[in-house]
């Protein structure tokens, strides 16, 4: 079952402005991952966080992780039409590679 | 990191009949994971395959429905059996990258059913 919820469902920004994506989920986590999809395509790892991390960095990417509340969120700064893509996150708990994915977030930025 | 490629990227098929999907790794990996993602949908994981072994599958998901093969460390293959409309999704293949904590996929089949 998929344990991970995602808000908002559709996120429609300007070119220069922030992103957040927020998801929460149920069960206990070794990780939590971010994964971006282009057009139902493959997708793409972005940025993993540990479970005793609390914020992690990559580019103009920002990820936190809050264990007591289950929840965690993607901020993309200074965000560019060709950011424009779903975002998945995505949690594992050490079960040898499975993940469950959240509902994504559907992110359209115009130029 | 792992390129994997799949094929075929997309196909559209009569219902009552099968699809075979198939993903090559450049490189060998143990376990190899395949998902299912229906229109406007997140993905679930079908199966675990495992190379030398029969597939894991999840709940809600059978052998004679998606039938698995794993030859060797750098293959597989789903087969999507007696199709029907609700079979419509993209199929994705996945590995585990170091760890096996974050995962690279194929590109996907999208298989719309008639």
């Known amino acids: 079952s998929q344990q991970g919820e995602e808000d908002p469902q559709a996120l429609s920004i300007q070119e220069g402005e922030n992103a957040t994506m927020n998801c929460s989920y149920k069960t206990s986590i070794n990780n939590l991952q971010w994964y971006r999809q282009n057009s139902g395509r493959g997708l793409v790892h972005l940025i993993l966080?540990?479970?005793?991390?609390r914020e992690k960095h990559s580019g103009r990417l920002r990820v936190t992780l809050d264990t007591s509340k289950k929840s965690s969120s993607l901020l993309i700064t200074a965000s560019r039409a060709a950011d424009t893509a779903s975002y998945f996150c995505a949690t594992g708990n050490n079960q040898g590679g499975k993940l469950i994915f959240g509902q994504g977030t559907e992110l359209s930025v115009k130029p | 990191s792992a390129v994997i490629s799949q094929k075929p990227s997309r196909d559209i098929c009569q219902r009552g009949t099968s699809l075979t999907i198939q993903c090559q790794v450049d490189?060998?990996?143990?376990?190899m994971f395949w998902y299912r993602q229906q229109p406007g949908q997140s993905l679930t994981l079908i199966a675990t395959?495992?190379?030398?072994?029969?597939?894991?599958?999840e709940s809600g998901f059978v052998i004679d429905k998606f039938p698995i093969s794993r030859p060797n460390l750098t293959f597989s293959t789903l087969t999507v059996s007696n199709l029907s409309p609700e079979d419509s999704s993209i199929y994705l293949c996945s590995v585990g990258g170091q760890g096996y904590q974050k995962l690279f996929f194929g590109s996907g089949t999208q298989l719309s059913v008639l």
């Open positions: 490189s060998q990996v143990t376990m």
């Open positions: 395959a495992n190379q030398g072994s029969e597939a894991t599958y």
């Open positions: 966080i540990r479970s005793n991390e």
